[in-house]
C-alpha cells in the first residue's frame, strides 16, 4: 500500500475548515471511501501528491488539460502575460483574440462572451434563450449535468448523481418549476414535452455527449431530432459543449456531429487550466446580451487577461496541430479496446462507453444509454475497483459516473500499464 500519511493529515485540517474538506464535492472521494490524495504538482501525464506517490492521471482537472498538465508553451504563454498584470477590469486586445479564434474555429459562433465557469456559461446561455425568445421553459435530459445553477439542479449527473441526491436543498421549488425533465436518447419524450408546453419553451439543453453520467453517445439520430424539433417549435437548441467543446475535434461536438446548436456553451479546455467559461453562437441571439439587449450578464473577472493567454495558448496548439485529435482519439480507442478485451476475457459485469478521447467503464452488463441505465451501475463495486487502480497508480475520477479523459502527453505504455492492472483487477475479484 502505498504511503499516503500527509494526504491523511491534510484531509483532516481541510474537513475543520471547509464542507467535507473540499471546495467541489467529488474531490472528497465520498463515492469511493478512502482518502482523497492532496496534489502538490503535475507534469505531463503524472501527478504527484504530498506523499510524493506517482500516478497516471485519468481526470486532466476533468478535462482541460488536454495537452497534459504543465505543458511548456502555454506556461511560457502565461508566465510573460503575468508581468504585465493580472486584471484591470477594462478591455484587452486578448479578449478580442479569444473572442476571433473561437469564431474562426467553430461555425456555430457568430459572437460569445467570456464567462468565469462553465456553470456561469450555462446560467447566462439559458437566460439568454429566455431573453431572445420570451418564453421561460427549459427542457433538460436527466443524468445531463450542466453546473450548479438553480434552474439545473433537477435530475442533475456528475456529484449530484453520486450523492443521490439529485434535488439540492436550497433550490426553492419556483426555480425548476419551468425545468422540463426528458430521457436522453428518447426522442418521444421531448416531443411529448413540446406538445403538452406548446409555444412554452425557450430552448432544449443537452450534452451532445453526455459525460456526467459516465460516458453516453447521443444514438442515431437525437441530437438531429432534437435540432428540428427546436426548429418547428421556434425554441433554441443549447449545445453544453464545457467537456466536448475543443475535444471531440476543433469545432467540438458541433463540427464532430454537423449539427448547428443556436447557441453552445464552453468551459473547462477553453481556460487551459483557468477559470474560464463561454457562452456564444447566433448573431441574432447574442445581439440581446447587454449592452447590445436587454438581457443583463457581467462579471467583474470575465475575460480575464491571465486567463485569456492560458486559454489562446492551448487552442492555438490545438488549431495548429490537428494531429493531436488523431493521437488522441486513437488512445482512447486503443484504451477502450483493451478494456473490452478483458471484460470479455474475464466475464466482467461491465460495459464500456467512449468516443474520441472519452469513456467510462460501467459496472453493469446492460447497455448505458440513459440515466437509468447508467444507474444500474454497481457503484459499490466501482468503489472497490476504483480504489485497487489508485493505490497502483491509476487516477480515475472518483466516481462511477465520470469521465476518463485522455491528453496527449499520455501513451501507449501509460495506457498498457493501465489495463494490465485493471486485468489484475479481474483476475483477483
Ligand atoms: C463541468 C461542467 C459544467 C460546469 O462547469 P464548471 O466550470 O464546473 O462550473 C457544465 N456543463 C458540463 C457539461 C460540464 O461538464
Not at 501528491?49 to 508553451?73: A, C
Not at 441530437?223 to 433554441?236: F, I, K, W
Not at 488512445?331 to 471484460?343: H, K, T
Request: with cysteine; charged share 20%; glycine share 10%.
Amino acid at each position: 500500500m502505498m504511503d499516503i500519511s500527509e494526504s491523511k493529515r491534510l484531509a483532516e485540517r481541510s474537513a475543520r475548515v471547509m464542507p467535507g474538506g473540499v471546495n467541489s464535492p467529488v474531490r472528497a472521494f465520498n463515492a469511493v471511501g478512502g482518502t482523497p490524495r492532496y496534489i502538490k504538482k503535475a507534469e505531463g501525464r503524472y501527478l504527484y501528491d504530498e506523499d510524493n506517490n506517482k500516478y497516471i492521471d485519468y481526470i486532466g482537472s476533468w478535462g482541460p488539460m488536454i495537452l497534459g498538465h504543465n505543458d511548456k508553451r502555454v506556461v511560457s504563454a502565461v508566465k510573460k502575460r503575468i508581468e504585465s498584470g493580472m486584471s484591470f477590469g477594462a478591455s484587452t486586445r486578448l479578449e478580442t483574440d479569444m473572442a476571433e479564434l473561437i469564431c474562426s474555429l467553430v461555425p456555430c459562433v457568430e459572437m460569445i462572451r467570456m464567462v468565469n465557469s462553465g456553470t456561469e456559461a450555462v446560467m447566462s446561455a439559458v437566460r439568454t434563450a429566455r431573453g431572445f425568445t420570451g418564453r421561460d421553459k427549459v427542457i433538460k435530459f436527466e443524468g445531463c449535468y450542466h453546473g450548479h445553477a438553480d434552474t439545473m439542479l433537477i435530475k442533475a449527473g456528475s456529484g449530484a448523481m453520486t450523492s443521490g441526491v439529485p434535488n439540492s436543498l436550497g433550490v426553492p421549488s419556483g426555480c425548476v418549476s419551468d425545468t422540463l425533465l426528458a430521457v436522453y436518447n428518447d426522442v418521444k419524450s421531448v416531443e411529448d414535452l413540446f406538445k403538452v408546453y406548446k409555444d412554452q419553451i425557450a430552448c432544449v439543453i443537452v450534452e451532445p455527449v453526455a459525460a456526467n453520467m459516465g460516458v453516453v453517445l447521443p444514438e442515431d439520430n437525437f441530437l438531429q431530432s432534437l435540432r428540428r424539433l427546436c426548429d418547428e417549435n421556434g425554441a433554441l437548441l443549447i449545445f453544453d459543449e464545457v467537456i466536448t467543446g475543443f475535444r471531440l475535434g476543433i469545432a467540438g461536438a458541433s463540427g464532430y456531429f454537423g449539427i448547428k446548436p443556436d447557441l453552445v456553451t464552453y468551459g473547462k479546455i477553453i481556460g487551459g487550466g483557468m477559470p474560464v467559461g463561454a457562452y456564444g453562437g447566433r448573431r441574432d441571439v447574442m445581439s440581446v446580451v447587454s449592452p447590445l439587449g436587454g438581457v443583463y450578464q457581467a462579471g467583474t473577472l470575465s475575460g480575464n487577461p491571465v486567463a485569456m493567454q492560458a486559454g489562446i495558448a492551448q487552442l492555438e496548439i490545438l488549431r495548429d496541430n490537428p494531429d493531436i485529435y488523431d493521437n488522441i482519439n486513437a488512445l482512447g480507442e486503443y484504451f477502450r479496446r483493451g478494456i473490452e478485451d478483458i471484460i470479455e476475457r474475464y466475464s466482467a459485469p461491465c460495459t464500456v462507453n467512449g468516443i474520441g478521447s472519452l469513456l467510462t467503464l460501467f459496472f453493469t452488463s446492460e447497455k448505458v444509454r440513459d440515466y437509468n441505465t447508467a444507474a444500474l451501475s454497481d457503484t459499490a463495486i466501482f468503489a472497490d475497483y476504483f480504489n485497487f487502480m489508485l493505490d497502483r497508480g491509476n487516477y480515475f475520477g472518483a466516481s462511477q459516473f465520470e469521465a476518463v479523459f485522455v491528453s496527449s502527453a499520455h501513451t501507449r505504455e501509460d495506457i498498457d500499464k493501465t489495463l494490465s492492472d485493471m486485468e489484475d483487477y479481474f483476475k483477483v475479484r
